[in-house]
DNA sequence: CCAAGTGGTGGACAGATTGACCAGCGAATT
DNA sequence: AATTCGCTGGTCAATCTGTCCACCACTTGG
């Protein structure tokens, strides 16, 4: 279940170079290749890797504002709120949260005009009592797992 | 600069199916390959993407609790919290909001419990002032760009 | 109206990589 | 002592990659 020393050197070295293949990374680590390939293998059908997707910035698409905002939903409403939000494209992830405000989400806009356009429509719908929207200004730590991939490797060594 | 509707294409086709290759895609897609490395070539110099990184998940990592505390911060304190923040690995990742000295995290931690540990680590510090915890209960939107890819070519048919 | 530039096509080439095997070996488990 | 597991180092054919090329259609500037 937990990852191993050299699960974690994989995983680094693909995130810093996810281009090389197998058998370059084989060659990096210092294995052979059929460990790569069977330790790759594990990793995915373990669900620790889900996948190699493109990494999209959002502020090349076009849309370099950034927001979070704090949702509180009327009850009984949950599923049709979670419907609404999902089909807003702007709406780039959605949780439900401990505490007073009920859901939580991250949007993007073209700009601050714009993020106007955007919380207009996530809050036009009737199962949102109200909200509250923190702009973001800064990310000084862009969303990351490696530190988290290699503190879980040390733990296992 | 925007993208155009067969990158858009492209990108979708590429996070639904990541393992294929240039050749496949351009199979798909109807084009040929050359026109596939081309724009791929031009989508990762334009930094729409940025990568293809392995998308690790934290809970398949052991660390199956997920939260999202807001900080305030003493004045002029803003970089060293910074600093603080990013050498803590259960701290995913890091914003500087509008508002009085605010910033926002995401943290990770093997369990309820752990996560006090996490949120004693992430507090600890003298520049924090306050800190608010939302536990994230479900994710019903996992955090997605597909969508937003879709419109943005959509908007330069 | 012409010329240049841009972007796509279809094809070629050698070289590298992949997926799938195999037998052997050491360590841990039973 | 026998078995299982994971890793090694190797082979194989098939495929893909990177890098060329000439050609064509379309747009833009002169």
Chains 1, 2 share one sequence.
Do not use: W
Request: hydrophobic letters at 45%; aromatic letters at 4%.
């Amino acid at each position: 279940m937990a990852i191993d020393h050299l699960d974690g050197r994989l995983i680094v070295l693909l995130a810093r170079e996810p281009r090389i293949g197998v058998l370059e990374a084989s060659r990096r680590l210092g294995v052979a290749r059929g460990t790569v390939q069977a330790r790759l293998d594990r990793l995915q059908s373990n669900g620790v890797i889900r996948g190699f997707g493109p990494d999209v910035d959002p502020a090349a698409l076009g849309y370099p504002v950034t927001a979070f905002a704090t949702l509180e939903i009327k009850q009984g409403q949950g599923a049709d709120v979670r419907a609404h939000l999902g089909g807003v494209p702007e709406v780039l992830e959605l949780h439900t949260t401990t505490g007073h405000g009920d859901m939580f989400c991250r949007l993007v806009a073209r700009s601050n005009a714009d993020l106007q356009r955007v919380i207009d429509r996530v809050v036009g719908f009737d199962g949102i009592v109200r909200a509250s929207t923190a702009i973001v200004m800064e990310n000084p730590v862009p969303l990351r797992i490696i530190p988290l991939v290699e503190q879980a490797a040390q733990d296992t060594d």
